[in-house]
């Protein structure tokens, strides 16, 4: 068992920044790929970013790169996702999710532990 809580989210204007966390507990959480999605009310859950067990290779799709950085630091069993100029359309909750068996995964259902989330709204 994994046990995920993101944290950080909120209500931010257009232009701003915010840094969310995902906490880990249980399995040795530095064994397994970490990634973030989002799903806003109405679509489908997003891919945003993810990084492999040692932080040595990140991904994400084009559309946030630039926007969206993406870190962990594994003595705190904690990821990290950077969200900079941010945009009204960023508005959604945010998801952490651990990979048991997958590496370098951008599909839900590549991942098998899954946080809570986190809101984040951003006015124009």
């Known amino acids: 068992q994994v046990q995920l809580v993101e944290s950080g989210g909120g209500l931010v204007q257009a232009g701003g920044s915010l840094r969310l966390s995902c906490a880990a507990s249980?399995?040795?959480?530095?064994?397994?790929?970490v990634g973030w999605f989002r799903q806003a009310p109405g679509k489908e859950r997003e891919f945003v970013a993810a990084?492999?067990?040692?932080?040595?290779?990140?991904w994400r799709p084009d559309s946030v790169k630039g926007r969206f950085t993406i870190s962990r630091n594994n003595a705190k069993n904690t990821v990290y996702l950077q969200i900079d100029s941010l945009k009204p359309e960023d508005t959604a909750v945010y998801y952490c999710?651990?990979?048991?068996?997958?590496?370098?995964?951008?599909?839900?259902?590549?991942?098998?532990?899954w946080g809570q989330g986190t809101q984040v709204t951003v006015s124009s």
């Open positions: 999710a651990v990979a048991l068996s997958s590496r370098y995964a951008a599909s839900p259902v590549e991942y098998d532990y």
């Open positions: 249980g399995r040795s959480f530095s064994n397994y790929d």
């Open positions: 990084i492999s067990l040692n932080g040595g290779n990140t």
